[in-house]
């Protein structure tokens, strides 16, 4: 291992979105816990160019760090997330599934150390968008249209759920 | 060639994963449930992309699908958010211990 | 010979026939019994005559096949099986004949036929058996015949308690038998008489292992001729009707016993410890029964106490190596026996009631029936001339030169029981004042007394057939080519017959003086309420005794073994299923319908297995 | 004909009765009973024709069939990994349990004729689906096919008790439904591990398969057989496992009991002796000595309790735990009379049983009553029913000349020769055997009727035929005993075989 930029740039991303992360559990607002997402969705995007997948990077900042955390900050405006009662069986679980969380990343950890993959001069960096394109239209064209129907069915189900019942706003 | 290791990105993305799952397993907020299963949804891809890059065969498949993910992702983000809202019109709450509609 | 067969199956078919179409054939089911016992009769006479001149004849075939074992059925006639056969099919002839009058009226006359012709059917078959596994079987069926026919005024609680007492008292005998058979049966791999024997002479049996299943034997025997202590079903036995008693309580199946006994004598005598114990219960229930039957009130059942008692002469013969005496009382037996239930049974017939305090002054009225009980009562008290007198003496000879000094004393005071108490049978029934409520009372039809006529001549003159004056015939024929059955005749002491006669003549003496003539007054041996007299009468409490210790155990037994099956069994079977539940309930209360809190389990158990596996590295080794 | 179809028409020809049944309306009652019966009756001719083609000298093994069925292929394998094939066949014993078993199914299914009430389709049709089963039990020469069969037998029966039995029905069709799930779970365990040893479930395959030391291990093997004794044991009953059985036997409509006690039972005995004893004899001989004594508690236990019960079912049922000790007895004796007095005594105490409790059907059917105390002097008002419970009785405790004798006897005269001392002990059982019966048939039959029986008919019409066939097969058996024993020879070797005697 030498210490390449590429290896600084890597562990300031790496920290970065751990931080997020641990920010993200330990925060008291919800607000300020979704900023600290934020923190780590970018830098996953930056490790994703790290990766040589400028492309997925993009799509990454563009879905995560904006559309998917502003749904979420819609869905915490809308809804009354300060509600500070307390949870009923909260530390004992908590503690237990800590535990359990820490042997499930020993366990697997145990198999990522081991894990010695070989390497080979790579051509993703080079038309990186022209490559998921080509790829996209002609190997996995038949998941890419299924993927729209998808979001199709999500869009319309999504308004369905979240529309207001006529009932419900007559009583309201 | 790289000189980071693949298993440190796989590391960091185990780490990720924990957080993600330790936080959709213990947080009351049902808001923040949704972003730990998003946080764990991201520490999948970057294994997908990782493992695009490295390997024997190194192939553009690992990203494409890592864009399927993310496309699944954020419908499953709409979609959950839309019961979220549902569910708090009917219910005033956000907090995942109160609904328990089927106990029993 | 060769047809001896068909001997058991003529009452056999009686019994089918009348099973079938009894019904319709109402009082006439009586030719149809008589009809085919007269036919087993015939035969058994041809075999009897054939016998005297030819040697014994066997045959048999392949029963059942077990691996390499094959078990044999068939049928045998040498001395003994032709003289039982003569005797039995008699009998059996005869009672058939006297039911007819008997029985007439009964609404089951036909069952009762069938009955009949079933039991003759396995008493033939028992003492044609070549095998001691075919006597087992008809040894049983024997015991169902009598049950059923003991039990045949089904209606009668008393009928139905002697029935099953009879049953389960002979079959605690009879799983003796078939211990000791089967015992016998390794030891010499045969069932076959002839092989046993020559198992047993040959010495490829151990001696304690011959005592042991002599033993064994002895009690299928003790439990079917009503010896001491399984004496008891006897005398309740005679709530059946009295031809049944007269066939099956008196003449055949109590005396399967001994048949049995004298049918397995060579096993008998290759152990010491086993004949000593034979001779030891025949003598105790000689004057155990005959000491009951002093007091008893009821006609049949002093009869009864009698039969016991004579059974128990029976086996202290054989006891004492008496083969011929044993067996030739059981033929003079059979016959004054069969003739004295008769003839009581014609009294019955006559004045409805077997309380002999009610009877009395019956000589006059009863012109047939009296003489000929008086035959058989002085038959059965051995006096001289009669057929009772030579057989005793022989068993009183071979007590005393089997060496049983003791024994034979007791033998002898028995003999003074049986004459007193025979006699004080006779005259109060015969003789004195009318007592109770008589009502027109008379003489039973012809189809009865001719019965009675014929037994009362066999019963003077069969035991003509072996004398110690005019030679011992019936003895050198029992005993021809067999050695192992010891001598025909056991010359004997000359005051043992004199005793005898002493004896039993001053039994007479006494019951005439206390009964006949009354100048002594009953009481004078033992006045009512008197211990020993209370004693007698309730038969020694064997029977209460029995309740106290083996049905109270056996009840008791099975209501702890209740209690362990409600509470323990069922309740650990209640403790799993409360387990269960309850873990059900818990279970449900953990559906706590929170989607986090499933979500949490399931990941722990993927993480315990994860972790497993990574520590593990796989399979579980 | 081609004779190796012949067993698969034997065993599915029920499956026929209830095509035609479905097609039945509901209300016709009397085409559903004819239907019901007559689908019983190609079994019944064709067990017979089977048995009159072994009479004849011919062998058994003409009919065995042999198909592939299942197949478990690796990814890349062309032989296949597991393969279970479709094998039916008969030998000698099996012969007997077959023909037993279509003899009672056709006189149940008269029996049931007159005993049900309501719903005469679905019984029949689950009735048939039974008779399937039990037939299919005793040909199946493969383990997997064995369980299907065995739980084929377990589901109707599940139903039939549950819903035409009496007041408790519910309760003592859960309870056979649990033990026999739970015994037939154990099952289910040994065949699989059997299965995933070896690779086949033939029978017979398994038999040198299992001999093999390399393959299993001594004590691996004593704890499959423990498991094979538990699994049936359960069927049998073995002594604390028997308190559904006894439900069962007073909750369940007459005609199931005949059935259940009849045959259902004796698959325990059939499977201790054909898995139990033919797959693993070296186990089953160091057991023999516990597997007498269970015997010799199961015979005691029984009729202990039979001789204080008050209910005349209640005692029927206890004797068959009795009765069913008498079995283990044989067993346990690991020779050739004791085995063969295990084997009698299974068809015997089928076909005595069968026609004890067709005649306590009769007699609650009449008198709405089976307690002893409230019967008594029957033989007045029903005087060929209380006849032909006596000889009935006379044939359970062993009366020689009927069938119960001939293989108490045998049983006894094995267990004699190894265990004489726990056989002498049994042999109590044998008076107590007497003293129950006689106690409860006698309290029944005999003494003062406590009431009237005057407008209680007797036993007339058909209902007379089971009654006559089942006398009269109990008492041919005691009779010539070398009906039974002629077809158990060859079986009887191979199985003497097996234990290295």
Redesign the interface.
């Known amino acids: 291992m030498t210490f390449s930029g590429e290896f600084f740039a890597f562990m300031a991303l790496a920290l970065v979105a751990i931080i997020g992360g641990v920010l993200l559990l330990n925060l008291n607002k919800v607000v300020h816990m979704v900023v600290a997402l934020i923190f780590t969705f970018v830098s996953i995007a930056g490790v994703y160019i790290l990766l040589s997948a400028e492309f997925v990077a993009a799509v990454q900042v563009l879905i995560y760090s904006g559309a998917i955390t502003i749904i979420m900050l819609f869905g915490i405006m809308l809804t009354k997330p300060y509600d500070e009662s307390e949870a009923k069986s909260g530390k004992w679980r908590k503690i237990l599934v800590f535990l359990g969380v820490v042997g499930f990343a020993f366990a697997v950890y145990l198999g990522i150390y081991n894990f010695d993959i070989q390497q080979v001069p790579t051509t993703l960096h080079e038309d990186n968008t022209m490559q998921i394109g080509k790829g996209l239209y002609t190997k996995y064209i038949i998941p890419f249209e299924f993927v729209s129907v998808l979001l199709l069915a999500a869009l319309i189900g999504a308004i369905v759920l979240a529309k207001r019942e006529d009932k419900e706003a007559d009583e309201e | ?12 993305a ?3 994963f ?12 049902t ?6 299963i ?2 764990m949804l ?1 520490a999948v ?2 294994n997908l ?2 493992f ?5 065969n ?1 192939s ?2 690992g ?2 699908f ?3 993910a ?10 959950g ?6 569910l ?2 009917n219910k ?6 109160e ?6 | 010979m060769e047809n001896a067969w068909l001997i058991p199956l003529f009452p056999l078919l009686s019994f089918m026939i009348l099973l079938l179409i009894g019904k319709r054939l109402r009082e006439a089911s009586a030719y149809v019994g008589i009809l085919l016992t007269l036919a087993s009769l015939v035969f058994s006479i041809l075999v009897l005559f054939e016998r005297f001149s030819e040697p014994s004849y066997l045959a048999k075939f392949n029963w059942l096949t077990i691996g390499d074992l094959h078990l044999t059925a068939g049928f045998e006639v040498n001395q003994l099986n032709a003289l039982m056969l003569f005797i039995v099919s008699l009998v059996s002839f005869l009672v058939h004949t006297y039911s007819k009058g008997y029985m007439h009226g009964d609404e089951r006359f036909h069952i009762f036929y069938a009955y009949l012709g079933l039991f003759t059917f396995a008493m033939l078959g028992l003492v044609i058996s070549p095998n001691i596994l075919q006597t087992y079987i008809f040894w049983e069926l024997v015991g169902v015949g009598s049950f059923l026919l003991i039990g045949f005024y089904y209606y009668k609680e008393e009928a139905k308690a002697a029935a099953k007492k009879a049953f389960i008292m002979t079959r605690i005998g009879d799983v003796g038998l078939l211990i000791g058979m089967i015992l016998l049966f390794w030891q010499t791999k045969s069932f076959e008489y002839s092989e046993i024997f020559n198992a047993v002479e040959a010495g490829g049996v151990s001696n304690t292992m011959i005592t042991l299943t002599a033993i064994l034997i002895f009690i299928g025997a003790v439990g079917k001729s009503g010896q001491f202590p399984l004496h008891t079903w006897l005398p309740d036995a005679m709530e059946g009707p009295t031809p049944v008693s007269a066939l099956i309580h008196a003449a055949t199946m109590v005396a399967a016993g001994v048949y049995l006994v004298a049918a397995l004598f060579p096993l008998f005598t290759a152990s010491k410890t086993a004949l000593l114990t034979v001779a030891t219960i025949g003598g105790i229930t000689a004057i155990f029964a005959a000491s009951i039957g002093l007091v008893q009130t009821d006609i049949k059942r002093v009869l009864a106490y009698s039969t016991v008692s004579q059974l128990g002469y029976m086996m202290l013969a054989l006891g004492s190596a008496g083969y011929v005496a044993g067996v030739f009382h059981l033929m003079t037996h059979a016959f004054f026996k069969a003739l004295l239930f008769l003839a009581a049974g014609s009294v019955i017939h006559a004045v409805h009631t077997q309380n002999i305090e009610e009877m009395g002054g019956l000589w006059k009225k009863l012109k047939l029936t009296a003489p000929l009980f008086l035959i058989g009562t002085l038959a059965i008290s051995g006096v001289p001339g009669l057929s009772g007198f030579f057989s005793k003496d022989e068993i009183l000879v071979a007590a005393w030169e089997g060496g049983h000094p003791v024994l034979f004393l007791l033998a002898l005071i028995a003999a003074f029981m049986t004459a007193f108490y025979m006699f004080r049978l006779f005259f109060m029934v015969f003789t004195g004042e009318k007592r109770g409520k008589q009502k027109d009372v008379h003489e039973s039809p012809s189809v009865m007394t001719m019965p009675m006529v014929l037994l009362g001549i066999l019963a003077v003159v069969a035991g003509y057939v072996n004398t110690p004056w005019f030679g011992s015939f019936l003895g050198d024929w029992l005993v021809d080519g067999n050695p192992a059955l010891g001598h025909s005749h056991i010359e004997g002491p000359a005051w043992i017959m004199i005793a005898a006669t002493v004896v039993s003549l001053a039994g007479i003496l006494l019951a005439y003086l206390i009964y006949g003539k009354r100048s002594i007054a009953p009481d004078w041996l033992s006045g009512k309420g008197d211990m020993l007299h209370t004693v007698l009468n309730n038969k020694y409490y064997i029977d209460e005794f029995y309740k106290l210790t083996v049905v109270a155990f056996v009840t008791g037994f099975s209501y702890l073994l209740r209690f362990i099956d409600v509470f323990l069994v069922e309740g650990i079977v209640k403790g799993v299923t409360g387990i269960v539940q309850g873990l059900g309930r818990t279970g449900s209360k953990m559906q706590s319908g929170q989607v986090q809190t499933y979500g949490a389990v399931a990941f722990l158990g993927l993480a315990v297995l994860v972790v497993i596996y990574a520590l593990t590295g796989g399979y579980l080794r | 004909m081609n004779l190796h179809s012949i067993l698969s028409i034997l065993v599915f020809s029920p499956l026929l009765g209830i095509i035609v049944l479905a097609i039945i309306p509901k209300a016709q009652e009397k085409a559903i009973k004819a239907v019901g019966f007559l689908a019983t009756l190609p079994a019944l001719l064709l067990s017979l024709a089977v048995y009159a083609h072994f009479l004849a000298g011919k062998n058994l093994s003409d009919f065995s069939v042999s198909v592939p069925w299942i197949q478990f292929r690796g990814i890349n394998v062309q032989e296949p990994i597991f393969s279970v094939y479709y094998e039916l066949g008969i030998n000698g014993f099996q012969l007997l349990m077959v023909v037993l078993t279509s003899v009672i199914s056709t006189l149940a299914a008269i029996g049931a004729c007159k005993f049900i009430k309501k719903e005469w389709k679905g019984y029949f049709m689950l009735f048939l689906l039974l008779v399937t089963g039990m037939l299919g039990v005793f040909t199946a020469e493969n383990l997997i096919l064995f369980f299907i069969f065995f739980e084929v037998t377990l589901i109707p029966t599940f139903f039939l008790i549950g819903k035409w039995g009496y007041f408790e029905k519910e309760k003592a069709a859960y309870s056979f439904l649990i033990y026999n799930g739970l015994g037939s779970a154990v099952l289910l365990i040994v065949i699989m591990v059997l299965f995933a040893k070896t690779g086949t479930t033939n029978i017979e395959m398994l038999k040198q398969m299992v001999a093999d030391p390399q393959l299993f291990k001594g004590g691996f093997k004593l704890g499959l057989f423990i498991a094979l004794l538990v699994a049936f044991g359960v069927k049998l009953p073995i002594f604390p496992l028997h308190s559904w059985m006894l439900r069962v036997h007073v909750q369940a409509p007459p005609s199931v009991v005949m059935i259940h006690s009849g045959i259902l039972l004796k698959i325990g005995a059939y499977g201790l002796i054909r898995f139990g004893m033919g797959i693993f004899p070296q186990q089953f001989e160091k057991l023999a000595t516990l597997i007498a004594i269970l015997g010799v508690i199961n015979l005691l236990y029984g009729a202990f309790l039979a001789f204080i019960q008050t209910d005349f079912k209640m005692v029927l049922a206890y004797s068959s735990i009795s009765h069913m000790g008498i079995v283990l007895i044989g067993l346990a004796a690991m020779n050739e009379a004791g085995i063969q007095g295990a084997i009698f005594q299974a068809v015997s105490h089928g076909l005595i049983s069968a026609l004890l409790f067709f005649l306590v059907g009769v007699l609650y059917e009449r008198t709405d009553t089976s307690l002893i105390e409230n019967l008594g002097g029957l033989a007045k008002g029903m005087p060929l029913a209380a006849g032909f419970l006596l000889a009935g009785a006379m044939a359970s405790l062993g009366l020689p000349g009927m069938s119960g004798f001939v293989s108490e006897f045998m049983a006894f005269l094995g267990l004699f020769k190894v265990q004489p001392w726990i056989a002498a002990v049994g042999t109590i059982g044998i008076i107590m055997t007497a003293a129950y019966l006689l106690r409860a048939v006698l309290g029944m039959t005999y003494g003062k009727a406590h009431r009237e029986f005057d407008g209680v008919l007797d036993l007339r019409g058909v209902e007379l035929v089971p009654v006559f066939v089942l006398m009269a097969l109990i008492v041919l058996i005691g009779v010539y005993p070398s009906v039974l024993s002629s077809p158990l020879q060859a079986t009887l070797e191979t199985i003497m075989l097996g234990l290295g005697g």
């Open positions: 060639m790289s000189s980071i290791p693949a298993s440190a990105f796989l590391a960091l185990l780490i990720l924990c957080i993600g799952l330790y936080g959709a397993l213990t947080k009351r907020n808001v923040i449930v949704l972003i730990s998003e946080l991201n891809n970057i992309v990782t695009s890059k490295y390997g024997i190194p553009i498949d990203q494409i890592a864009l399927f993310m496309a699944v992702a954020a419908a499953e983000a709409a979609v958010l839309a019961i979220l809202m549902a708090y019109r005033k709450t956000v907090h995942i211990d609904m328990n509609e089927m106990k029993n």
